[in-house]
Nanobody, 128 residues
Framework: QLQLAESGGGLVQAGGSLRLSCVDSGRTFGEYHMGWFRRAPGKEREFVAVISNSGPSTYYADSAEGRFTLSRDNTKNTLYLQMNSLKPEDTAVYYC?????????????????????WGHGTLVTVSS
């Protein structure tokens, strides 16, 4: 079971950077594939990125590709999302999520329904 807590959100100007963290207070973090999702005001939650449990595989939404970097440190039970070149449209509450289920097609990880554990979110606001 995961107990996730996000941090690192805040207010940043367009073009700036933020690094989000997601810490699990349990002891099984390394068994889970971990993803980031976001929900912008008035919009549905959308996939941002996912990383495999041991970390060699990452997948990004088109909106994140080339600007965001997802990584994890299983010795610290921590997931990171480095966000560079931020845009006002990146403004959202960002959530980390975890699943033990292994899918053979990456597309399954793009759906929020594929995840069993969620954090409470951290707000990112990008001003123009």
């Amino acid at each position: 079971q995961l107990q996730l807590a996000e941090s690192g959100g805040g207010l940043v100007q367009a073009g700036g950077s933020l690094r989000l963290s997601c810490v699990d207070s349990g002891r099984t973090f390394g068994e889970y594939h971990m993803g980031w999702f976001r929900r912008a005001p008035g919009k549905e939650r959308e996939f941002v990125a996912v990383i495999s449990n041991s970390g060699p595989s990452t997948y990004y939404a088109d909106s994140a590709e080339g600007r965001f970097t997802l990584s994890r440190d299983n010795t610290k039970n921590t997931l990171y999302l480095q966000m560079n070149s931020l845009k006002p449209e990146d403004t959202a509450v960002y959530y980390c999520a975890g699943t033990k289920r292994t899918y053979y097609t990456a597309n399954y990880y793009y759906s929020s329904g594929s995840y069993d554990y969620w954090g409470h979110g951290t707000l990112v606001t990008v001003s123009s």
